[in-house]
């Protein structure tokens, strides 16, 4: 069935540090790719999503490029500031029921 | 952006009896689903529904039922609950393919 990998437990950074979460999954086809953020007492918000090879997706700062080939869409910031801490969830789906099938989740903390 | 919200926030039950957690919609979304979340799993889908009247199964139903009594209303059940269901559940309603999600519950099984 799909699956999706991502950047296992946390992620700890510094301000202004740049970011990545990687994001691997297998799935047949073109599934869309999607970005979620969850901050701490609340329930994960969609950041973004892309559902093209080559195609950008982006918000608040935040990007990633869908690409085929390496079955990837990595997660990036050029800067990150203490606000951004929180858990990054990768997601794959679309399709007639619109379900999605997620990562287990990658924690961000970054310290000023 | 839809508004999912959750009843209760918080919730104790003892092993063996019955739990009902809520999830209300008012964005009239057809599809609406249940996960639960947990250290090491993220997030796993329960239950879903494609309006009212509608369930389906999702990737771990056992010992959990549903009931969509109306577009805007989507319950999940715990018919006999178990100390292995604490967890933290979430509701989420869908606009296209992108989920808009609930505040989430607490459940706590003694």
């Known amino acids: 069935g799909d699956s999706v990998t991502q950047t296992e437990g946390q992620v700890a950074l510094s301000e202004e540090d740049f970011l990545t979460i990687h994001c691997n999954y297998s799935?047949?086809?073109?599934?869309?790719l999607f970005w979620y953020v969850q901050y701490p007492g609340e329930g994960p918000q969609f950041l973004f999503r892309?559902?093209?090879?080559?195609e950008k997706g982006s918000s608040r700062g935040f990007e990633a490029t869908y690409n085929k080939e390496t079955t990837s869409f990595h997660l990036q910031k050029a800067s990150v500031q203490e606000s951004d801490s929180a858990v990054y969830y990768c997601?794959?789906?679309?399709?007639?029921?619109?379900?999605?099938?997620f990562g287990k989740g990658t924690k961000l903390s970054v310290k000023s | 952006e839809a508004a999912v919200t959750q009843s209760p926030r918080n919730k104790v039950a003892v092993t063996g009896g019955k739990v009902t957690l809520s999830c209300n919609q008012t964005?009239?979304?057809?599809?609406m689903y249940w996960y639960r979340q947990d250290t090491g799993h993220g997030l796993r889908l329960i239950h879903y529904?494609?309006?009212?009247?509608?369930?389906e199964k999702g990737d771990i139903p056992d010992g959990y039922k549903a009931s969509r009594p109306s577009q805007e209303n989507f319950s999940l059940i715990l018919e006999l609950a178990t100390p292995s269901q604490t967890s933290v559940y979430f509701c989420?309603?869908?606009?296209?393919?992108?989920?808009?999600f609930g505040p989430g519950t607490r459940l706590l099984v003694l």
């Open positions: 989420a309603s869908v606009w296209e393919d992108t989920q808009y």
């Open positions: 997601a794959l789906g679309g399709g007639s029921n619109a379900k999605l099938t």
């Open positions: 529904s494609y309006g009212a009247g509608s369930t």
């Open positions: 964005n009239n979304h057809n599809n």
């Open positions: 892309a559902s093209r090879d080559k």
């Open positions: 799935a047949s086809g073109y599934p869309a």
